[in-house]
Nanobody, 122 residues
Framework: QVQLVESGGGLVQAGGSLRLSCAAS????????MGWFRQAPGKEREFVAA????????DYADSVKGRFTISRDNAKNTVYLQMNSLKPEDTAVYYC???????????????WGQGTQVTVSS
């Protein structure tokens, strides 16, 4: 198993930036593909971004392409989500996710963090 803890959320004005972090513990972090999801009030959880175990492959939702960047540091057991040009519609709870296979990530793997709130004011 792997345990995931997100941090870095907060309140930011539209056009601003935030960087989310997800620290992992437990089984070997580098063996997992990692992803970020978000859930806005009254909406279903949606896929945001994914990165393969090596970092060599990434995938993004159309709504965040060109604005968000996912990265990972396997030496630090941490995955990041750099969010630029934030919009009010990016407001949501952001969740970190771990999966055995990169291609399964848009659906979500079995391991989830507790979430971190991101609020973008207009």
């Amino acid at each position: 198993q792997v345990q995931l803890v997100e941090s870095g959320g907060g309140l930011v004005q539209a056009g601003g930036s935030l960087r989310l972090s997800c620290a992992a513990s437990g089984r070997t972090f580098s063996s997992y593909a990692m992803g970020w999801f978000r859930q806005a009030p009254g909406k279903e959880r949606e896929f945001v971004a994914a990165i393969s175990w090596s970092g060599g492959s990434t995938d993004y939702a159309d709504s965040v392409k060109g604005r968000f960047t996912i990265s990972r540091d396997n030496a630090k057991n941490t995955v990041y989500l750099q969010m630029n040009s934030l919009k009010p519609e990016d407001t949501a709870v952001y969740y970190c996710n771990a999966a055995s296979y990169f291609k399964s990530l848009p659906m979500g793997g079995p391991y989830w963090g507790q979430g971190t709130q991101v609020t973008v004011s207009s």
